[in-house]
């Protein structure tokens, strides 16, 4: 778990660099200042990103069993949730994924605001922003203020890829060659776990080691934090680039929350305004029961019902609509 350093001390090194740790840390929710009855914590405000849920290596087991132990007054999710690119050319849908998206919407049920920045993986939602489906709000950004006071710009991030926005193509090879490291990775982990070892993300060990995948890391921190400043925010909280990080930039706050394909991260703040990553990389109650989300609403019928009914309004709306005004 990384925390934001208080102000006057040095920041804990990033993995790979000299004096970091090797070691996978484990679910930890110590400091979430209003713990509830049976194991579960309460935040200010969860962001997760990058979940990829239609692919096969998107860790839905590990996401769910985290929502069941956390909640929070505010959930962000900050892109590519549903990986729509993946989907288009193989459709991968198991149980588990239809289960994060039944928790995710009790949770807005039940109170929870729930906001929703789509990312580049899923744009195809970002043709619906400023509306709602159901209790979850689509937004292109957002902003976020700490319990201190200071204001942050959530975005997912892609806006500071040069190779998504002018290259896309090359964003397409890219994630496939991702999609098969991942696949490389996965089988690797299959051996170490026969050998008695823990997960180890080849994937991650590249970024930090590849001097071409850092420079892209640091460059995409500071043109994020430029805009972010620019547009008068004392920082900025974004997903995309799957490295999550707590650290100042050129004077800014800069926050990545991760991803649930190779970290198993979220970003967190608690009740006493301090900004912490949270790990998630073993599950504490594999069995426990998924409640379906098409529980009777307040209209008297199922909600998945209503939320189909809304989308394709959306979607009959957005078709309807005049050129010029789209």
């Not at 990103?49 to 239609?54: E, K, N, R, T, V």
């Not at 149980?95 to 994060?100: A, C, E, I, K, L």
């Not at 744009?123 to 400023?130: D, L, P, T, V």
Request: aromatic share 10%.
């Amino acid at each position: 778990m990384q925390r934001w350093p208080k102000p006057g001390t040095k920041a804990a090194p990033r993995p790979g660099e000299p004096g970091a740790s090797n070691e996978s840390p484990t679910p930890s929710n110590a400091g979430a200042t209003q713990p509830a009855k049976d194991g579960i914590h309460v935040y200010r405000a969860i962001f997760l990103s990058d979940i990829h849920l239609g692919t096969s290596g998107c860790k839905a087991e590990h996401l769910l069993d985290f929502l069941r132990h956390n909640e929070s007054d505010e959930l962000f999710l900050v892109g590519d949730i549903i990986d729509g690119w993946a989907l288009r050319s193989r459709f991968y849908w198991p149980q588990s994924h239809n289960d994060v998206i039944q928790k995710v919407l009790r949770k807005a049920r039940k109170g929870t605001r729930v906001r929703f920045i789509p990312g580049n993986h899923d744009e195809a939602a970002r043709q619906f922003c400023g509306l709602h489906f159901g209790d979850v709000y689509l937004c292109e950004d957002a902003e976020y203020r700490l319990a201190d006071g200071r204001r942050l710009w959530v975005v997912h991030g892609d806006i500071a890829d040069g190779v998504i926005r002018h290259v896309k193509w090359l964003a397409h090879v890219g994630d496939a060659l991702y999609d098969w490291l991942l696949w490389l990775n996965r089988h690797l982990n299959n051996v170490r776990a026969r050998l008695g070892f823990g997960y180890w993300s080849l994937s991650q060990y590249l970024k930090y080691r590849v001097k071409n995948a850092v420079s892209f890391i640091s460059d995409f921190e500071r043109v994020l934090v430029r805009e972010a400043r620019r547009r008068g925010y004392d920082g900025v909280i974004c997903g995309h680039i799957h490295h999550a990080q707590i650290r100042v930039v050129d004077g800014a706050l800069y926050v990545n929350d991760g991803d649930w394909v190779e970290s198993l991260t979220a970003l967190v703040e608690t009740y006493e305004g301090e900004l912490r990553i949270v790990v998630w990389d073993k599950i504490l109650a594999p069995d426990a029961p998924v409640q379906h989300w098409s529980d009777e609403g307040s209209e008297g019928r199922p909600q998945a019902e209503r939320i189909c009914d809304e989308a394709w309004a959306a979607s009959d709306r957005a078709a309807l609509a005049p050129a010029h005004s789209r």
